[in-house]
T-cell receptor
Framework: NAGVTQTPKFRVLKTGQSMTLLCAQDMNHEYMYWYRQDPGMGLRLIHYSVGEGTTAKGEVPDGYNVSRLKKQNFLLGLESAAPSQTSVYFC??????????????FGDGTRLSIL | RKEVEQDPGPFNVPEGATVAFNCTYS??????FFWYRQDCRKEPKLLMS???SGNEDGRFTAQLNRASQYISLLIRDSKLSDSATYLC?????????????FGTGTRLKVLA
């Protein structure tokens, strides 16, 4: 019962480097999300997708790009990493419109440090 | 005013105690509500959805008060294993947006 799987679990980058975080879900969910969580702050939505081939900006999208080429995968890219992007990144799937009362299910996170 | 507000705590309670947390939300159009539990440096895990009529799951009871725009979580007979941060989540209804707003969490410590 994999649920939502994130890779990698940990990564250290130098400023200016690029990388891609992968999120995979096996629950056939339409909606997928990328969040970041920083100390003392709630989860903040970076980007989300409401279906294969769609993406949309969340609350803090700057410096990130995403792609949803396959329904089960949602990729988060950092083109030129900055120290301000040091954070824990969580992917989630599930949920929907406010009327659906469907919760989100989270991966176990990627801890990213930018030096 | 924040969209979703929680008392950060920590709430320090002895084993066996009953403890309650509230979470207020600002958007009266909010439709879905959830409580998540998050252990240190781990992912949030769904504890329970919150239904209009209130709902219970074992030692946990969730309530929704639309008039005053808050939800609550009651934990009875607290266990050491209940120590965690409890996140309130509100799903906002908007024009084509699918917004789950997370509170910053309430930290609970259950003491032996």
């Amino acid at each position: 019962n994999a649920g939502v799987t994130q890779t990698p679990k940990f990564r250290v980058l130098k400023t200016g480097q690029s990388m891609t975080l992968l999120c995979a879900q096996d629950m056939n969910h339409e909606y997928m999300y990328w969040y970041r969580q920083d100390p003392g702050m709630g989860l903040r939505l970076i980007h989300y997708s409401v279906g294969e081939g769609t993406t949309a900006k969340g609350e803090v999208p700057d410096g990130y790009n995403v792609s949803r080429l396959k329904k089960q995968n949602f990729l988060l890219g950092l083109e030129s990493a900055a120290p301000s992007q040091t954070s824990v990144y969580f992917c989630a799937s599930g949920g929907g419109t406010g009327f659906s009362n469907q919760p989100q299910h989270f991966g176990d996170g990627t801890r990213l440090s930018i030096l | 005013r924040k969209e979703v507000e929680q008392d950060p705590g920590p709430f320090n309670v002895p084993e066996g105690a009953t403890v309650a947390f509230n979470c207020t939300y600002s958007n009266s159009a909010s439709q879905s509500f959830f409580w998540y539990r998050q252990d240190c440096r781990k992912e949030p895990k769904l504890l329970m959805s919150v239904y209009s009529s209130g709902n219970e799951d074992g030692r946990f009871t969730a309530q929704l008060n639309r008039a005053s725009q808050y939800i609550s979580l009651l934990i009875r007979d607290s266990k050491l294993s209940d120590s965690a941060t409890y996140l309130c989540v509100v799903n906002m209804v908007g024009s084509g947006t699918y917004k789950y707003i997370f509170g910053t969490g309430t930290r609970l410590k259950v003491l032996a």
